[in-house]
């Protein structure tokens, strides 16, 4: 089992709903991640936090919102999505940047279908 | 740029079989390279390899780092059905950045 558990595991929402995707983890990470996955292709950042404090966005669109309420919480709100915005989001944490290995705890994902 | 490259892209063995996947990488400032399985959904975490020479081994699975020729192999020895899945390579540099293969999609048949 993993110790990041990410919620919903499946989403449908259509382009003008609006949804979240949370993630949450206990390990005490301090570093916290959004990916997102489309099929046969590897993971791709989306945003980095670090310390609650946002500081990688790999210039997502903005219909992607990320929010980090604590150091075990990552949200990301989802706003107005395209069918292309299909994936699985997986949700990663790590140790802060200084100590850290660059070794990732995954969540499960969230299969996300956009109609 | 930083980059990964992976091979093959896809194999088929049969159960029993040993297999050697091959990483090969580009970088400017080295921390480490990650190696991960994924499954049907999370990547899980194989190997963290920041020397060269010195294999990490697990079980059947076991890698080694060349820095020097700037690549990796994982081997994986008596191949069973459920070592079915995506093999990552991800190499981690000094600024904080993961950078991703394409994945090596390993096929084990009975």
């Known amino acids: 089992d993993t110790e990041v558990t990410q919620t919903p595991k499946h989403l449908v929402m259509g382009m003008t709903n609006k949804k979240s995707l949370k993630c949450e983890q206990h390990?005490?990470?301090?570093?916290m991640y959004w990916y997102k996955q489309k099929a046969k292709k590897p993971p791709e950042l989306m945003f980095v936090y670090s310390y609650e404090k946002l500081s990688i966005n790999e210039s997502v669109p903005s219909r992607f919102s990320p929010e980090c309420p604590n150091s075990s919480l990552l949200n990301l709100h989802l706003h107005a999505l395209q069918p292309e915005d299909s994936a699985l989001y997986l949700c990663?944490?790590?140790?802060?940047?200084?100590?850290?290995?660059?070794?990732?705890?995954f969540g499960e994902g969230s299969r996300l279908t956009v109609l | 740029e930083d980059k990964v490259v992976q091979s093959p892209l896809s194999l088929v063995v049969h159960e029993g079989d040993t297999v050697t996947l091959n990483c090969s990488y580009e970088?400017?400032?080295?921390?480490?390279l990650l190696w991960y399985k994924q499954e049907k959904k999370a990547p899980t975490f194989l190997f963290m390899l920041t020397s060269s020479g010195i294999e990490k081994k697990s079980g059947r699975l076991s890698s080694i780092l060349d820095k020097k020729e700037l690549f990796s192999i994982l081997n994986i020895t008596a191949t069973q059905t459920g070592d079915s899945a995506v093999y990552l390579c991800?190499?981690?540099?000094?600024?904080?950045?993961?950078?991703f293969g394409q994945g090596t999609e390993l096929s084990v048949k009975p």
């Open positions: 970088v400017t400032n080295f921390r480490s």
């Open positions: 390990m005490g990470h301090r570093a």
């Open positions: 991800v190499l981690y540099n000094q600024g904080g950045k993961l950078i």
């Open positions: 990663a944490s790590s140790r802060a940047s200084g100590t850290n290995t660059g070794e990732l705890f």
